[in-house]
Every structure is written in C-alpha cells, then in structure tokens.
C-alpha cells in the first residue's frame, strides 16, 4: 500500500514534487476528509441523529490514529420533505451555521462545511473530485429472515440502482447537495449491517483522502447513550441568533427567562455540569405532529378534541394558565385547538418574514424546539424524532424527568410514555 502512495499522482510526496505536485500543495498534508450523506426522504431531526453516529466514531477514530487528521465534512441541509413554504424558494445548500453554533460543534471535532472543503480541495477540470464513495445499502434478506448479524462486504453496483453515473471527465456525478462541480473518482457498493466503527476498515486512508459515505443513516450507534455521545449532542449548540429570538419570545408572551427558570447554561458546553434543578418557565409547552404521522402513526395521534381534553388535564394538575404550542399543523385546526382551550393563554411561534427568509423552515422548527425545552413542563409526540431532540435539550438543561418524558396519547385507552433517555454525564 505504501507504494502505491508514492506511485499515486493523489498523493505526492515532499520529496517527489513536480509540476503536478506543487498545484496540489495540500495533497502533501495529512489531513482526511470523511464526507457522509442520508437517505432523501429523512427528516432533519433524524439527520441529526446521524451526525452523532459519525461525530463519536470519528472521535473515537482520532483517539486512535496517531497519522491522519481526520476532519469531518458537514453535508449542507436541503430539499427536505417538510420545508415546503413556498414563500422561500427552494431551500437547497444551507450551511450548518445556519442552524448550529460552528465553534461549539468544533470543541468535540474538527468538522467543516461543504463550502470550505470545495475551497480547500484543489479542482480538476473545475470538478471537486471525492476520492471514493461507498454507496451502503440494507441486507434485504436479513430484514426478511430477521438474524442479524454484522456485515462489511463488497456489493456489484451493478445490481443496485446507484444515483450516481460517469461523466466525460470519467468521474461519478451525482446529487452531491445541488453540486454539480462535486464528483466522486470511485464508487463502491457494500451491504452494511453493524454500528459506526465497522466502517473503519473502509477508509483506507493510505490510499485516500476523501472518503464519502452515502446512506450514513444505516451504520447504527457504537455508543448510544454513552458520555461520549451526551458530549457529542451537547455540542450540537444551535445558532446563537435562534437562541436569542426564542429567549425574545419567552420573555415578551410566556413570562419566562433564564434566570428564574433556572436554565443557564455556560457559554462552552464543556463546562457545564450535572444538575436536575432547572425549573421552567411558567408554562406547559405541547409538541403536536400532524400531517404525515396521522396516516404512519394513526393510532398514537390524537383527534384535535382529545388533545386539547390531554392538554387541560395537564394544565389543571400543573396550575399553569400558559400553554406554548408547537406544531406543523394547518392554521384551521389550530384554531380549532385554540377554541377548545379558550380558558387558557395558547401561544405558538410566527415568524416575520426577516427571520423566516434567513433561517428558513428548518431554523423555525428550532425555535418551536427551544421554546418547548424551556417550559415547565412538556409533553410530547410519541415517536416523533423531533419531540427527542427537545427532550434531549431539557436533559441538557437540567430539568427533572418526570416533566419532559410525557406524550400526547392516541385515541385508544392504552398509551405508552415511551422511553426515558436520561442523560449521562463525563
Ligand atoms: N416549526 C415546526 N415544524 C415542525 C413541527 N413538527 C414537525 N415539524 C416539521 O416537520 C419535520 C418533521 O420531520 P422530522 O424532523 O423527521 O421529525 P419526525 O418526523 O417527527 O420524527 C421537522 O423537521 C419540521 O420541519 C413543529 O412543531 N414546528
Ligand atoms: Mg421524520
């Protein structure tokens, strides 16, 4: 393998500099690149998910390597299923600084957005070539026999419909966020089945400097629920101005702010310790999903009658006047809900057109979140991702179990709480 290094025109050596070479200045460096992507249609809060399993596995990855700096390569947000207000164009190649705070993700690890590495990475032929693209997949036959097992093995691409093809330059294009001057030298098949680290013998870092994994949402958690994914989630900061515009609504409608309720939190993640005192603000805060989880989760979404019935039952056994509603309902049965909760203050988060132009559908859902995280008490969606990542954030924030583990219950007389992912400390 060392040889081919030296032969390869990717990697030339100090050594070895021609008129090839000296264009290239950054091939003499070590650093690698890990590049991922997901499944089209999911969502942003289980994307965020998959930036956790690649964030603890490269971490894990840089512990062990002593060579190679390993930088992780953040794929722009776009063309979700849900982002679907028209008002904004297409809402395609938003960088993570839109919805994270990049120095808080860069205390756990290196990472950069896609714009950067397109700028650090020489071009040929004006194409930012990714040296090689694993293309996962399912093990079908798996699923179906049901005896799982860890699996790593080289697939014909052939058999698989790959969104990838070779262009005149002989290098794959594809998707690549709306790209078209990104490519790939190589494409590679493999049926997957296992957590991160079985990725490892994947990257062959002698051989290249790019790697990219496409259907990153496959490989499972090496470490779910570890200190070392909590640290990964609690750099997971969002946007300091989401932040600010959440705390401008807390303080003006929901009496709430962060010194009463005991939710301050330090500037570097990293200082932050253990605590269970957090309070709230005076208010019961309700993540309602609606729209495609009424036809794929019918049974634990509730008619808009017994939600606001579970919602006064909540309000009355907490003494609370104040509920914050977040949700991606329509305006008419928002009403409807709004009516039959007319004894109470009901609130929910509309934004001016400056915020929504800059932060986009996906920056909105964070603020509903943020504000749902500082409430007295929340009640969430059953199984819904984006009601996980608000429960999370109350686990960061400190607040007692008991007031973020609860969910909205379907219709029949059965309903489960769910799971209570607690935090752990480092
Ligand atoms: N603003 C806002 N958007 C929501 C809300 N609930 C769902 N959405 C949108 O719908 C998407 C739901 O997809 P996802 O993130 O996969 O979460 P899940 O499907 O509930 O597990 C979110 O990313 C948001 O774009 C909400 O309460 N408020
Ligand atoms: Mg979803």
Request: hydrophobic share 35%.
């Given at each position: 393998i060392i040889k081919s290094i030296a032969n390869d025109i990717l990697y030339c050596q100090k050594e070895k500099i021609n008129e090839k070479c000296t264009s290239r200045q950054?091939?003499?460096?070590?650093?690698?690149?890990?590049?991922?992507?997901?499944?089209p249609p999911e969502g942003f809060n289980l994307r965020r998910d998959v930036y956790?399993?690649?964030?603890?596995?490269?971490?894990?990855?840089?512990?062990?390597?002593?060579?190679?700096?390993?930088?992780?390569?953040?794929?722009?947000?776009?063309?979700?299923?849900h982002w679907q207000s028209v008002d904004l164009g297409s809402q395609q190649q938003i960088p993570w600084q839109t919805f994270f705070d990049m120095e808080s993700l860069k205390k756990y690890l290196p990472v950069i957005e896609l714009f950067e590495f397109i700028k650090e990475i020489p071009s040929e032929n004006e194409e930012t070539i990714i040296?090689?693209?694993?293309?996962?997949?399912?093990?079908?036959?798996?699923?179906?026999?049901?005896?799982?097992?860890?699996?790593?093995?080289?697939?014909?691409?052939?058999?698989?419909?790959?969104?990838y093809k070779k262009n005149s330059?002989?290098?794959?294009?594809?998707?690549?966020?709306?790209?078209?001057?990104?490519?790939?030298?190589?494409?590679?098949?493999?049926?997957?089945?296992?957590?991160?680290?079985?990725?490892?013998?994947?990257?062959?870092?002698?051989?290249?400097?790019?790697?990219?994994f496409d259907h990153m949402e496959i490989p499972l958690h090496y470490n779910y629920g570890s200190v070392d994914y909590w640290n990964?989630?609690?750099?997971?900061?969002?946007?300091?101005?989401?932040?600010?515009?959440?705390?401008?609504?807390?303080?003006?409608?929901?009496?709430?702010?962060?010194?009463?309720?005991?939710?301050?939190?330090?500037?570097?993640?990293r200082l932050d310790k253990k605590k269970r005192n957090a309070i709230g603000g005076p208010y019961l805060s309700i993540h309602l999903r609606r729209q495609d989880f009424l036809i794929g989760h019918a049974a634990s979404s509730p008619t808009i009658e017994y939600a606001a019935f579970q919602i006064k039952a909540f309000l009355k056994l907490l003494d609370l006047k104040i509920v914050y509603i977040a949700t991606d309902t329509n305006n008419q049965e928002y009403i409807d809900l709004k009516e039959k909760l007319k004894d109470y203050s009901v609130?929910?988060?509309?934004?001016?057109?400056?915020?929504?132009?800059?932060?986009k559908d996906g920056g909105i859902a964070i603020i509903d979140q943020i504000i749902c995280s500082h409430a007295r008490y929340f009640v969430g969606t059953h199984e819904s991702t984006f009601s996980f990542r608000i429960q999370e954030d109350r686990e960061i924030l400190g607040f007692p179990t008991n007031t973020t583990f609860?969910?909205?219950?379907?219709?029949?007389?059965?309903?489960?709480?769910?799971?209570?992912?607690e935090i752990i400390w480092g």
């Amino acid at each position: 393998i060392i040889k081919s290094i030296a032969n390869d025109i990717l990697y030339c050596q100090k050594e070895k500099i021609n008129e090839k070479c000296t264009s290239r200045q950054s091939y003499l460096s070590n650093k690698r690149y890990f590049l991922y992507d997901v499944n089209p249609p999911e969502g942003f809060n289980l994307r965020r998910d998959v930036y956790i399993r690649v964030a603890t596995f490269l971490k894990q990855l840089i512990k062990d390597d002593k060579i190679f700096q390993w930088n992780v390569v953040l794929p722009p947000w776009g063309n979700l299923y849900h982002w679907q207000s028209v008002d904004l164009g297409s809402q395609q190649q938003i960088p993570w600084q839109t919805f994270f705070d990049m120095e808080s993700l860069k205390k756990y690890l290196p990472v950069i957005e896609l714009f950067e590495f397109i700028k650090e990475i020489p071009s040929e032929n004006e194409e930012t070539i990714i040296d090689v693209l694993y293309f996962l997949k399912n093990d079908e036959e798996m699923f179906r026999i049901g005896n799982f097992e860890d699996k790593n093995i080289f697939s014909d691409c052939l058999n698989t419909t790959i969104p990838y093809k070779k262009n005149s330059y002989k290098q794959y294009t594809g998707s690549f966020w709306g790209y078209t001057n990104v490519t790939a030298r190589e494409v590679k098949c493999i049926t997957f089945h296992g957590t991160t680290i079985n990725l490892k013998k994947n990257l062959q870092p002698l051989l290249y400097r790019s790697i990219m994994f496409d259907h990153m949402e496959i490989p499972l958690h090496y470490n779910y629920g570890s200190v070392d994914y909590w640290n990964a989630r609690r750099s997971m900061r969002y946007n300091t101005e989401l932040h600010q515009i959440s705390n401008d609504f807390r303080l003006k409608y929901l009496n709430s702010n962060d010194m009463d309720d005991r939710t301050i939190k330090l500037k570097d993640w990293r200082l932050d310790k253990k605590k269970r005192n957090a309070i709230g603000g005076p208010y019961l805060s309700i993540h309602l999903r609606r729209q495609d989880f009424l036809i794929g989760h019918a049974a634990s979404s509730p008619t808009i009658e017994y939600a606001a019935f579970q919602i006064k039952a909540f309000l009355k056994l907490l003494d609370l006047k104040i509920v914050y509603i977040a949700t991606d309902t329509n305006n008419q049965e928002y009403i409807d809900l709004k009516e039959k909760l007319k004894d109470y203050s009901v609130f929910r988060y509309i934004p001016t057109q400056f915020v929504k132009n800059k932060f986009k559908d996906g920056g909105i859902a964070i603020i509903d979140q943020i504000i749902c995280s500082h409430a007295r008490y929340f009640v969430g969606t059953h199984e819904s991702t984006f009601s996980f990542r608000i429960q999370e954030d109350r686990e960061i924030l400190g607040f007692p179990t008991n007031t973020t583990f609860n969910v909205l219950c379907g219709n029949e007389i059965k309903c489960s709480i769910g799971n209570k992912w607690e935090i752990i400390w480092g």
